[in-house]
Nanobody
Framework: QVQLVESGGGLVTAGGSLRLSCAAS????????MGWFRQAPGKEREFVAR????????YYADSVKGRFTISRDSAKNTVYLQMNSLKPGDTAVYYC????????????????WGQGTQVTVSS
């Protein structure tokens, strides 16, 4: 099994920054994909960013491109989401997720999810 634990959420004013962390433990997958998603009140969960664990290739939603950066520390089994120039529209619960496959060895399917961390951006 895999456990994902997010941290780093909080309250920030517009224009500020936060860094989210997601620590993975348990079973590891060499060809995995780690992703960040978010869900705002009354809205469906949406994709934010993802990183291919083996090579570090990243991909972002248009809404966060240029403001957010996803990265990983293989030694710590941790993925990060650096969020800059935050806007009130970024307010949501942020979740990290793991897919055992990165699209090459198998299809991307996020089977494991963290509990989420709240990010609130005030205007």
């Amino acid at each position: 099994q895999v456990q994902l634990v997010e941290s780093g959420g909080g309250l920030v004013t517009a224009g500020g920054s936060l860094r989210l962390s997601c620590a993975a433990s348990g079973r590891t997958f060499s060809s995995s994909m780690m992703g960040w998603f978010r869900q705002a009140p009354g809205k469906e969960r949406e994709f934010v960013a993802r990183i291919k664990w083996s090579v570090g290739t990243t991909y972002y939603a248009d809404s966060v491109k240029g403001r957010f950066t996803i990265s990983r520390d293989s030694a710590k089994n941790t993925v990060y989401l650096q969020m800059n120039s935050l806007k009130p529209g970024d307010t949501a619960v942020y979740y990290c997720a793991l897919s055992p496959f990165d699209g090459l060895a198998g299809p991307v399917k996020y089977d494991y999810w963290g509990q989420g961390t709240q990010v609130t951006v005030s205007s």
